[in-house]
């Protein structure tokens, strides 16, 4: 644990990457093999799961400090969070423990079969026998995800260079559902085994938004092919083995949610990996992202809901075909295929749809297609260099985004809390108002736009101007107007405004308008795709 | 009913029956001063009153005021109240004062820490009835480690620095944290370099204490001299041009906010040390116990939460009072005001 807390130590003490991957590639290159796939397990958030609930760790590390709860829960939300907290508050140690990595999490694992007194009588002990940066590495082991910024990507090259691997072929062996009770260092990572790939998908390929005046960097627009962005849930679909597999982009397998795709096994070969989008498409159309939302959040998909949002498979790539990897043909090329597959097969029988790719002569014909985005239902559009092999991560050059201009509203800052992280002990979450009948109706929270300053001089006059405290919310004065940007809106049962936007965000601090000037709610009604 | 000794009005802490302030944010005519931070020693007073080794210093800040030092635990009877200074152990010549009227006592701590530093003359726990506290830290989250340790810390990663062939950028504010830093280097290390404004403040106070030999980096100082040194600056010179002259450098804070990660990292400097002249938690408590009051007032800092744990857990008559030393704000913000405003004025 000391070498795995020190590392974590110093990955949390620079920002700089060059300085993240020396560290970790030196761990990996010292760390014994369960300690390494348990390192790699816990930045590419494979955490074991959950062996006490936050409320009993915040009971027991309050019981062993001596001090009330309400208390704990003050200084929590200054300190922004729950493993820091504990960390601080338990009194100092005065012993030590040299148990590894390895060993901690393997008694976490058992830990949750545990019954209670004794779960509390291990975390006492273990609380007291480390110091207080592997106490808050223990706590996070415990708790939650391990946002030190350090990417999956990072990681991933840290670890080529320890192991002579290539980075690619490190990020697929990397995917899928493994976990380091299933696996070993050697198998996973040294060792090649077919059967692990059975269902494992291809790392995705990602694109960076243009930049400004990107037209005169890209070339001759005849190079690039064009799509819509569609706006569901970016998938891989595997067909193997007579077997479906649904891969999110997060990584996540999400094969039972669409029981959809089963029907694929009738038309597609084995040996046949997809990438797409998962979108509603209700009475032979595209339906709005909202739609989907109700299906993802759900455990039982019943038939009812099913029918009301079917969803089907919008193809951008083909990413293997016959069973060999096709990533590195060219992007035209790997679309021959994908379109010939798409025509040959009954494909609106089964849910899979093609992308449809197209060419523009003038950057100013491509402008007017993105024009209708919104009419479309996508998000703007995609831009693939005709001769791009499809990457791993996200990479610029060949790949870009297009999107659409965002929505943009005029309102009155409510409401304030403190941040998390890096923003601990800053009001910098807000509530956004809009002007209803003469009164302020709450209608979205934003936490990102502002530059660092700004938030400082905003956190500074909310400190000051703040009407009402209830716990880490304070209610403020109207009195600033931000602009503020969002992606998508729909009408919306859950919230108080009747309206739920998407991706909100700050776009500037609108120090010319008075709060009057602020939008109404019937504006941001009016916003609605009809 | 009575009139409490002291009240807070919108000018600053009020002793009525002396018509004195103390530590007073608006101009009056009689203030006495706690220590040099600039929330506690403003401009536009008639008369200063504080203790004689923060003479230079605030005649440094402030320029040609009218002022009277005084010694630690010498009494000054102004219309029949008696005052007197003791160390407060934040910075060199900090004081709480004492103020006794008809056997009735009161202390105000201005900004105090009680360990030691090495430097500032060290906290004394005083005997009262009334005990008007600061509490910047008054969290149980916040625990200092002993400063020998901590400065066996930045003495190692000073060394490093210098072995890979870096220069050692250590912030910490020109009145008091820069000093103290100053004191604990390890000169078999290096050699000490200033920033302007740490500099000119070590100028004033040298004259009352001893502090290791010091160069000012002027434009004629060349990159080759400075390397693998320390270099002393305040906050304020971080993500300055000035900095560039150290390139490749590093940087370290040390400030008790240096406790929390987001603090570290929202200032996007390589190293925090965790260093105070704040008392912690348990300096905090064990102060106010020291005193034997009966009533304490929690003024700047975690006021609310501090003072509802003395209710209800120690059960204190305790309350708190607004007043305008930077609150709740970070030390090191209050640090760049500070710097801004020193340096306007070099």
Redesign the interface.
């Known amino acids: 644990m000391k070498d795995f807390a020190q590392l974590i130590k110093k990955l949390d003490s620079t920002n700089k990457t060059n300085e993240k991957v020396a560290a970790l590639t030196s761990y990996f290159q010292q760390a014994n093999d369960e300690d390494k796939l348990w390192t790699i397990a816990i930045l590419s958030h494979r955490r074991p799961k959950r062996p006490v609930n936050t409320t009993l760790l915040r009971l027991w590390a309050t019981e062993i400090s001596g001090i009330p709860l309400w208390l704990f829960e003050e200084s929590y939300h200054i300190v922004g969070d729950l493993a820091e907290t504990i960390a601080l508050i338990l009194p100092t140690s005065k012993k030590h423990s040299d148990k590894s990595l390895s060993k901690f999490v393997a008694e976490i694992i058992e830990l949750r079969t545990l019954p209670e007194e004794e779960k509390k009588q291990y975390l006492h002990e273990n609380w007291l026998a480390l110091n207080y940066f592997e106490r808050f590495v223990f706590n996070k082991i415990l708790t939650g995800s391990f946002r030190i910024g350090v990417s999956q990507k990072l990681m991933t090259r840290a670890l080529s260079k320890a192991t002579d691997i290539d980075e690619d072929v490190l990020a697929y062996k990397l995917m899928g559902n493994w976990t380091p009770e299933t696996t070993t260092f050697q198998k996973l990572i040294l060792e090649h085994n077919a059967e692990d790939y059975l269902s494992k998908p291809y790392p995705f390929y990602l694109a960076y938004a243009v930049e400004d005046n990107f037209q005169e960097d890209l070339g001759p627009i005849s190079e690039w092919s064009f799509e819509h962005k569609w706006d569901g849930i970016r998938s891989q679909v595997i067909i193997r083995n007579d077997e479906v597999f649904v891969w999110s982009r997060g990584e996540e397998l999400v094969t039972d949610k669409y029981p959809e795709f089963q029907r694929f096994l009738s038309e597609i070969p084995n040996g046949t990996v997809i990438d797409g989008e998962i979108l509603p498409f209700v009475d032979g159309e595209i339906g709005n992202f909202n739609a989907l939302q109700t299906r993802i959040g759900r455990k039982n998909l019943s038939k009812a809901l099913l029918q009301k949002t079917p969803v089907i498979l919008n193809a951008y790539d083909l990413l293997e075909w016959n069973g060999n990897d096709i990533r590195q043909k060219p992007f035209s090329e790997r679309r021959k295929i994908l379109d010939q597959l798409i025509q040959d097969c009954n494909c609106s029988e089964i849910g899979l749809y093609l992308s449809e790719t197209m060419s523009f002569k003038t950057w100013e014909a491509a402008a007017e297609e993105r024009k209708l985005s919104r009419e479309k239902r996508s998000e703007g559009l995609m831009l693939k260099r005709k001769d791009s092999p499809y990457l791993v991560g996200r990479k610029k050059g060949d790949w870009w985004k297009w999107k659409t201009d965002p929505f943009t509203i005029d309102a009155v800052l409510t409401y304030a809390m403190r941040g998390h992280g890096r923003r601990a002990n800053l009001y910098t979450d807000y509530t956004f108002a809009l002007w209803d009948d003469g009164e302020l109706v709450t209608f979205a929270k934003a936490y990102s736009g502002l530059t660092d300053a700004e938030f400082k001089q905003v956190d500074n006059w909310i400190k000051r101007n703040t009407l009402e405290r209830f716990g880490p919310v304070r209610s403020v004065t109207p009195r600033h107007v931000f602009e503020i940007a969002f992606e998508g809106i729909a009408e919306s049962s859950r919230h108080k405004s009747g309206i739920a936007t998407r991706f909100p965000r700050i776009l500037r601090w609108r120090k010319d308008k008075p709060i009057e000037e602020a939008n109404t709610l019937d504006d941001l009604k009016a916003l609605i795709p009809k | 009913m009575k009139q409490p000794l002291l009240v807070f009005n919108n000018k600053g802490i009020y002793c009525q029956q002396a018509g004195v302030y103390i530590d007073a944010w608006k101009p009056v005519d009689k203030c006495i001063i706690t220590h040099g931070h600039a929330d506690h020693s403003r401009w536009g007073h008639k008369h200063y009153i504080t203790h004689t080794k923060n003479v230079p210093i605030i005649k440094h800040r402030l320029g040609e005021i009218s002022v009277t030092g005084k010694e630690w635990n010498e009494t000054f009877i102004i219309n029949g109240v008696k005052f007197s200074l003791h160390p407060a152990g934040h910075i060199m010549a900090s004081s709480q004062v004492r103020v006794e009227y008809k056997g009735e006592i009161w202390v105000f701590t201005g900004d105090f820490k009680t360990e030691g530093d090495g430097l500032a003359e060290v906290y004394e726990p005083v005997k009262c009835h009334t005990f008007i506290t600061e509490c910047t830290f008054g ?5 200092w480690t002993p400063q020998a340790e901590v400065f066996s810390d930045i003495n190692n990663w000073w060394a490093t620095n210098k072995e890979e062939g870096r220069t050692s950028i250590l912030f910490g504010y020109s009145l008091g944290k820069a000093q103290r830093l100053l004191k604990h280097l390890d000169t078999s290390i290096g050699k000490i370099y200033t920033h302007g404004a740490v500099e000119n403040m070590t100028e004033v106070v040298r004259e009352n204490y001893n502090l290791p030999e010091t160069t000012l980096i002027t434009r004629d100082t060349t990159k080759d001299e400075i390397k693998g040194n320390i270099v002393v600056a305040p906050p304020s010179a971080h993500g300055s041009t000035w900095i560039r002259k150290m390139v490749p450098y590093v940087t370290a804070s040390a400030s008790g906010w240096m ?8 200032r ?1 400097i ?3 040390f965790v260093l105070s002249d704040h008392a912690d938690w348990e300096g905090l408590l064990a102060a106010i116990k020291a005193t034997g009051c009966e009533k304490v007032i929690a003024t700047h800092g ?1 006021t609310d ?1 501090f003072s ?2 003395l209710r ?2 120690l059960g204190y008559d305790a309350r708190t009072e607004k007043t305008q030393y930077e ?4 030390e090191t ?1 209050t640090a760049t005001s500070v710097e801004e405003k020193i340096e306007k004025k070099d």
């Not at chain 2, 969290?139 to 625990?143: D, N, S």
């Not at chain 2, 609150?327 to 970070?330: I, K, Q, V």
């Open positions: 969290l149980p989250a916040f625990k406790t929390f990660r987001g603090a570290r990292r929202r996007a390589d190293k925090g975690y939460i509802r744990y209800e857990e609150e709740e704000s970070s913000a």
